[in-house]
């Protein structure tokens, strides 16, 4: 069994928004490997790699370009970019998922460009969850896409009542997402008091939580959840909600996993046309759109046609039972077979 060292799992939980898709990565590798720091998180970023050097098979990557954004982010930066020097002359096979085109938050330009060119340029296999991504790897790379596992899905939900909101729009709320630009242009329409319209998750700043604010105070038919929501509120909120809605404007966009965890939920999806959602549209999964025109055409087509996403649950199921943890984990493994063989 390959042993693999897994970056980043971190011990530092403190003030930290929950991305579950690392976890989830953890369990489906120890299916078919031993995933070295499972059991033992680092709280000194990318340094704690070197106490495993010696006994790795596998390093696998992944937001390996965010580095610069963390604690002590410059340094530890530039010993990622040694280090991809170190594991290049060694056996150590080099995998990376290219979640993103590049890091959706300024700062530190130069050294995430820097690490995102070695990242391409080192690794010896790169995964994306996106179609689109295959565009940025260079010839000759050895790259695959993978759709993003979904976890087991949820029956589908008996509704007895009305949904309390036409949209929610959940997860952290960062400026990339977009969500003050599509409020504004509901607004400049005339059209923002006409939606029930739930945000839910953590704002990332005091100036953004602000601004959403602002718009809470005029319209009440907006109403903002800043902070974390579990799981199980979550999907209940989901289920009293006609759409799930990703509003997203940035050109870093790839893949999402609250879009998949949405699938997952038995949830009417729509968003922007590009990378997994463009994916999921072709496979007739979600809707998109082009611009915040089409978007709210698309809108109130569902709205008005709610029995449009039955017919999609068959598919939907079919997909899921195809994209597993479990399935990702067992093509991973081949694809490392391959590369050590080589």
Known sequence: MKKVYLYPLTARTENAVINPYMGNLKDSLNRHFEVLNASKPSSIGIFD?????????????????????LHRGRIQGIFLLLLLQYLKLSPIVIVWTLHNKESHFTGHKWLKKRLYSQMLKKSDLIITHASDGLNLIPKGKSATFQHHPVGEPLPPPVREKECQFDLIIWGTIAPYKGITSFLNYLEEEGSLHKYKILLAGKVTSPSL??????????????????????????????????????TYQSDTVLSSGALMDSLSYGATIVGPDVGAFNDL????????YSDFHSLMEVIDRLLTSPEENL???KMTDSFMADNSWDQFSTTILNLIEQKSNQ
Request: zero cysteines; proline letters at 1%; charged letters at 25%.
């Open 281 to 288: 549209h072709k496979l007739g999964l979600i809707e998109t």
């Open 209 to 246: 939580a602000n601004e959403l604010r602002v718009f809470g105070n005029k319209y009440s038919n907006l109403i903002l959840m800043d902070g974390y929501v579990e799981e199980s509120k979550l999907i209940d909120l989901i289920h009293d909600s006609k759409i799930t809605l990703f």
């Open 49 to 69: 790699v070197i106490k495993y050097l010696r006994k790795m098979d596998v390093i696998y990557f992944n937001w390996s370009e965010e580095v610069p954004q």
């Open 311 to 313: 017919s999609k649950q």
